[in-house]
């Protein structure tokens, strides 16, 4: 069965510096992949997906994620952090690597921002 | 982009009474959606897939006589708690798809805290 590892739990960066989250598939194909962000009281958004092509992914809100087959990762990065980027971050494969099927999610890292 | 609405937001019961939270695709359609249960501090688990028209199709260890789901249309798809207790209690999100974008992006609900009592 596919599944997510998301080795921390729960990470703090300083307000300005850089940020990586890391994420880990288990799956032998090219998986699809997807970060999530959900903030308090808000539903999951998409930062970003991966599905082909290009192994290094552009997403909103300045983030974006490399996919390495090699070590099955899809890790997310953001070079400077903002206090509003506090949340939590799932990493998640979708099911069965076919299209319109659920996704598998991570157990989430939660990032806090100091200042 | 597409907004998924639930409803209500947060509901609190009795031990053995059935709640019911509504999941709406409000400016798109949705042939199948999904439901989820977030545990504190714990990742989303994928109870069932819901699918217009037809019965829903639910993950191992889900009890379907428990949580019920019905999708009337494409735009609406309800999950019914019957018999709630105190372990019920949970985070429940719903999620959709537009119709015919099957690589298209899942978009989230806000999610229904229940509170048994």
């Known amino acids: 069965a596919q599944s997510v590892t998301q080795p921390d739990i729960h990470i703090t960066v300083s307000e300005g510096a850089s940020l990586e989250l890391r994420c880990n598939y288990s799956?032998?194909?090219?998986?699809?992949l997807f970060w999530y962000v959900q903030s308090p009281g808000q539903g999951l958004q998409l930062l970003l997906k991966?599905?082909?092509?290009?192994?290094l992914v552009q997403g909103i809100k300045g983030f974006e994620a490399e996919f390495k087959r090699s070590q099955s990762s899809f890790n997310l990065r953001k070079p400077s952090v903002h206090w509003s980027d506090a949340a939590e971050y799932f990493c998640?494969?979708?099911?069965?690597?076919?299209?319109?099927?659920?996704?598998?999610f991570g157990k989430g890292t939660t990032l806090s921002v100091s200042s | 982009g597409a907004v998924v609405s639930q409803h209500p937001s947060w509901v609190i019961c009795k031990s053995g009474t059935s709640v019911k939270i509504e999941c709406r695709s409000l400016?798109?359609?949705?042939?199948?959606m999904f439901w989820y249960r977030q545990f504190p501090k714990k990742s989303l688990m994928l109870m069932a897939t819901?699918?217009?028209?037809?019965?829903?199709?639910?993950e191992q260890g889900v009890e379907k006589d428990k949580f019920l789901i019905n999708h009337a249309s494409l735009t609406l798809s309800t999950l019914t708690v019957t018999s709630a207790h105190p372990e019920d209690s949970s985070f429940y999100i719903c999620?959709?798809?537009?119709?015919?974008?099957?690589?298209?992006?899942?978009?989230f609900g806000e999610g229904s805290r229940l509170t048994v009592l």
């Open positions: 999620s959709a798809r537009i119709a015919g974008e099957l690589d298209g992006e899942l978009f």
């Open positions: 799956y032998g194909a090219t998986p699809y």
């Open positions: 991966y599905f082909s092509g290009d192994t």
């Open positions: 998640a494969v979708g099911r069965g690597n076919q299209a319109g099927t659920a996704l598998i």
């Open positions: 400016d798109f359609q949705a042939t199948t």
């Open positions: 819901s699918n217009e028209g037809s019965k829903a199709t639910y």
